[in-house]
């Protein structure tokens, strides 16, 4: 179906940050954005709300280690679904920062990670803005 041949066209409703807070509280993985040296990077990642901010976990050793030790990034989850063409988003922008490990949430409220390794890093995201999207049939 092309959107000349809906009938009744869908509309966005913005979310409020408790909204968005709450959308965040619900779900697990997520992506994370920052900049190298050749532009934006968005990689999944898994993460949990900790007095919200977000908190993600990765090797000491990795890429998104060297680039979030202390820079601005930004972080998004979303949900859609295309049949009916309708969905969210929620979009967070901060700045990361490493996690000293006796300011860590107790484990049962840690993100945990999918991926195989040492994931001892944990980095936090303070949002300065937090903003969300609702799609919504008409």
């Known amino acids: 179906m092309t959107n000349d041949e809906r009938w009744f066209p869908n ?7 408790p909204e968005c807070l709450e959308l965040l509280a619900e779900h697990h993985v997520g992506r ?11 990689l999944p ?9 977000i908190l993600i976990q990765t090797s000491p ?14 972080f998004q989850i979303d949900e859609f679904d295309e049949y009916t063409q309708t969905g969210w ?10 996690v000293d490990p006796t300011d860590l949430p107790a484990d049962e409220d840690r993100p945990h990670t999918w991926a195989e390794g040492q994931r001892s890093l944990h980095i ?6 937090i ?7 008409a």
Request: glycine residues 8%; aromatic residues 4%; contains cysteine.
């Open 11 to 17: 509309h966005l409703k913005e979310l409020g940050e």
């Open 32 to 42: 994370v954005a920052y900049c190298d040296d050749l532009g934006p990077v968005v």
């Open 45 to 53: 990642v898994n993460y949990a709300v900790d007095q919200g901010t």
């Open 61 to 74: 050793h990795s890429t998104l280690a060297s680039r979030l030790r202390t820079a601005p990034a930004s």
């Open 89 to 98: 988003s929620v979009l967070v922008r901060g700045s990361a920062a490493y």
């Open 124 to 129: 936090r995201i303070t949002p300065h803005e």
């Open 131 to 137: 903003s969300g999207r609702r799609l919504l049939p």
